[in-house]
Each structure stands twice: as structure tokens, then as C-alpha cells.
């Protein structure tokens, strides 16, 4: 019996790193791409070294930048927080381009302007059904992996999905190219703004928003209050925000599985999803070649995400002021600890953040009871008229 044959729904970062691993072990892969050409959008994405450990071939090209500072910023603080390991800054239509080369050198037969109708799952195989120039054709293969971004969510399960607003702007004088702005103003927004330099002439700024119209109208409000300029608008479809129900990554026994966007791989805390994509789309791949260890891949991406999602939970609860006392508290020791483990590996951490800023327990207990006080007040248990809880824990 011959390697298993895999149709991948999707030619775009959780796609294309699949294909290429599975490719690169001898199986034989078709991608299945909805678009006519192959020319995704160009977006500016901010990752992690992380990225370095999960691609095995020179992607310099497509950097843009280096990133070795991270300014917080709230209503009346700010800190610094250096990295050990630059974040890197990442032309996306570059590194789709580069990766959809590397893939198909190593065979994988990519076919573009096939839209996937149908998965449809049989005892020994699966059968994809697919739309080109109107008509139907169909594709059996042992395995069927769904990597079709936030579209692939309507097959397994009820999204929920944000939007974000990108666009490029001039670097304001006197901004080192080396250092990401992030502010947060949970009056506007329960996520943040941020600008992330490209080179020393450009930056993108962006917001997320509970919808991309929401998150286009908060950026424009804030180029305007701050004098910047679009030069160029990055938007693109919403986004998936994972919740605490659990992502499924395979249906039908196993025979379609799921990988980057649509099965919500990405970190709720930031909505980044490049490096987590990619770690699902690899994962996938060690699930069909039957590798040892792909079942612990995938379950240190999952730890990774429930993790993330937990901390976007309390920081959903977070007012200004919160903002200004957790910014007030990152004190030596966590600050530490910030450079020595990045926002992929969260779960490495969680714990020595907590013993490292013992206050970091008081601003939970005092977020947790507002909000606690503020549901009893929703059902008229506790008399109205106090915003402000009478203890002040930080
Ligand atoms: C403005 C913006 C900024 C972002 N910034 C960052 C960032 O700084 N850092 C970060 O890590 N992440 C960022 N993200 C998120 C990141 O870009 C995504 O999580 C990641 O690109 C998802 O990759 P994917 O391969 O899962 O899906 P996608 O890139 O969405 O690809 C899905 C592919 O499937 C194809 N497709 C869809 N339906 C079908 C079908 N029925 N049949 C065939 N093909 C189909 C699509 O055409 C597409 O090519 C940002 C997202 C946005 C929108």
C-alpha cells in the first residue's frame, strides 16, 4: 500500500505548510484554492521567533523588520518591555509566495480557482467536491485537510469572529523603528490599538474591533486624533476569537482534519494566528504521517490557545484604570521573565508571572469582583449609586 493522498482545502499559510511536510515525506498532495490567482493580500503581520522553529528553509526575504521593544501604554502610564528575541515583521504576501514555491518543489500539485463545495466523508476515504468555471469536479483522497480560514468555520461549528483594521502609515518622527506601540482605551475597545514599525519611512497601525466596520471606524477616529494618514488599507475578512468551547481539529474519525483559522488556531489575546496556524498545519500533517509526537504538538497548541483565551476573558473585564494598575505593577522580575519567554509559549509562564508579581492576584480579585457587584446589581440584588469598589486590592 501507497503513501495516503491528501486533498488540502486552502493554499494559504496552514494549507501550504501542511502540503509542503507532507510532501517533503513522500505523500502525495493536492491544494485545492478557491481564488484564480495566487496573489494573497498584502498584509503586514507581526510574529515571534517562534516561527523560526517551525520552517526549515530561509524566509529572511520576506522580513521586513525586527521588533526589540514593546511599549504598553494606558490612559495615564506606560512601560517598556525589551525582548531578548526580536519579534520579526513579516511581509504576508511575500511569505505566502515563498512557501507556495518551497511546496510545490517538493511536488505538491496546487490548483487554483477550485471552490470547495462539499467534504463529504466515506468508510475508507473522503470525497471533496469542488467548483471550477461553474462546474463540479470531485477529488477522493485517504485525507482531507480543511484549511480555509475563517470561511471553514461554518463547517464544524458556530464562530464567534472579530474584525480588524490595518493600515500603513508614515513612522511619526521620533519613533525607533526597533519598538511596537501598544495602547489600550477599553472605553473604545475591549482589545488594543498598535503600531508596528516596518522600516524607518513606514508603520502599520490597527485596531481590533468587535467587527471589521467597528474596527475600520476606530482606526480612522484615531488617525485622526493623531494626526496620521492611511497610505494604504490592510483590511480583509473578520478574524475567528476562540472561546473556552474546544476547537475541534478532526471530523469523521478522523479522516478531515482542521488546521489554522478554521479550527480557530489563533492566540485570543492578540488574534495572531500565523504562528499558531502554522503549528496546526504541521500538526496535521504528523496526525497523517503517524509520527509519535503529533498528538503532544497538537496539545501543547491547544494548551497554548485555552490559555490565551482565558487571559482575553479577564482582560475583556478591564476598565482604564485596570489598565494603568497592571501597567504600574510590571515591575523587574516580570519584565524578566517577559524577555525570556515569548507570546507562544504563554503556558511555559503563566504560573512564574503570578509568583512574580504577588499584586497581580489583587488586580484579579478586584476585576473579578466589579464584576461580580455588577451583575448583582444587573439583578437589583445591591442598591445602585457605587462604581467604585470601596478597596482598593492593588
Ligand atoms: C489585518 C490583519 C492583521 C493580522 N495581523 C496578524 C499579525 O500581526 N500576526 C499574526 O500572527 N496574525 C495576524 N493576523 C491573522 C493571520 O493573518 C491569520 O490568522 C492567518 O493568516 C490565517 O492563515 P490560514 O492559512 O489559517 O487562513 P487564510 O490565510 O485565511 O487562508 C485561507 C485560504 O483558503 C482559501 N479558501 C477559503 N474558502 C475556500 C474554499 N471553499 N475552497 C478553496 N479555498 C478556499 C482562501 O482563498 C485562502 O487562500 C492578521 C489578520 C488580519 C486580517
Not at 478554521?262 to 496556524?277: D, E, I, W
Not at 480579585?365 to 448583582?376: A, T
Amino acid at each position: 500500500m501507497g503513501p495516503p493522498k491528501v486533498a488540502i482545502v486552502g493554499a494559504s499559510a496552514a494549507g501550504l505548510i501542511a502540503a509542503y511536510n507532507l510532501a517533503k515525506n513522500g505523500v502525495p498532495v493536492e491544494v485545492l484554492e478557491a481564488q484564480k490567482d495566487f496573489e494573497p493580500l498584502e498584509r503586514t503581520l507581526i510574529v515571534t521567533c517562534a516561527i523560526e522553529s517551525l520552517i526549515d528553509f530561509d524566509f529572511s526575504e520576506t522580513i521586513l523588520n525586527d521588533i526589540k521593544n514593546f511599549r504598553l501604554i494606558s490612559k495615564n502610564r506606560k512601560v517598556d518591555i525589551p525582548l531578548s528575541k526580536a519579534d520579526l515583521v513579516i511581509e504576508r504576501r511575500n511569505f505566502l509566495r515563498l512557501l507556495y514555491t518551497k511546496a510545490q518543489e517538493e511536488g505538491v500539485r496546487i490548483f487554483l480557482g477550485r471552490r470547495v463545495r462539499r467534504v463529504d466523508r466515506y468508510e475508507n476515504f473522503v470525497k471533496v467536491t469542488c467548483e471550477v468555471d461553474g462546474n463540479l469536479e470531485e477529488i477522493v483522497a485517504d485525507y482531507a485537510i480543511m484549511a480555509n480560514g475563517v470561511q471553514g468555520l461554518d463547517f464544524h461549528r458556530p464562530c464567534t469572529t472579530v474584525g480588524i483594521s490595518q493600515a500603513r502609515v508614515d513612522l511619526p518622527k521620533n519613533t525607533d523603528k526597533s519598538t511596537v506601540h501598544v495602547w489600550f482605551d477599553p472605553s473604545t475597545t475591549r482589545f488594543f490599538y498598535w503600531l508596528i514599525p516596518e522600516s524607518n519611512e513606514s508603520a502599520v497601525l490597527g485596531v481590533i474591533g468587535q467587527s471589521k466596520k467597528e474596527a475600520e471606524r476606530l482606526l480612522i477616529t484615531f488617525m485622526n486624533k493623531n494626526g496620521m494618514r492611511p497610505r494604504m488599507w490592510q483590511n480583509s475578512e473578520d478574524v475567528p476569537l476562540p472561546t473556552l468551547k474546544k476547537s475541534r481539529v478532526s471530523l469523521g474519525d478522523g479522516r478531515i482534519l482542521l488546521a489554522g483559522d478554521s479550527a480557530a488556531q489563533v492566540k485570543a489575546t492578540t488574534v495572531g494566528g500565523l504562528v499558531t496556524g502554522l503549528k496546526g498545519g504541521i500538526s496535521a500533517s504528523y496526525i497523517i504521517l503517524r509520527r509519535k509526537d503529533s498528538r503532544d504538538l497538537l496539545r501543547s497548541l491547544e494548551k497554548e490557545l485555552l490559555i490565551h483565551t482565558i487571559v482575553r476573558g479577564i482582560l475583556d473585564m478591564f476598565n482604564e484604570t485596570d489598565y494603568d494598575l497592571l501597567i504600574k505593577i510590571i515591575n523587574k522580575r516580570l519584565l524578566s521573565l517577559f524577555e525570556r519567554v515569548t507570546r507562544d509559549e504563554l503556558s511555559k509562564m503563566s504560573f512564574k508571572i503570578f509568583l512574580s508579581q504577588p499584586k497581580l492576584f489583587g488586580l484579579l480579585l478586584r476585576v473579578f469582583m466589579r464584576k461580580i457587584f455588577s451583575q448583582w446589581r444587573q439583578k437589583g440584588k445591591l442598591s445602585r449609586g457605587r462604581d467604585v469598589l470601596p478597596i482598593d486590592l492593588v
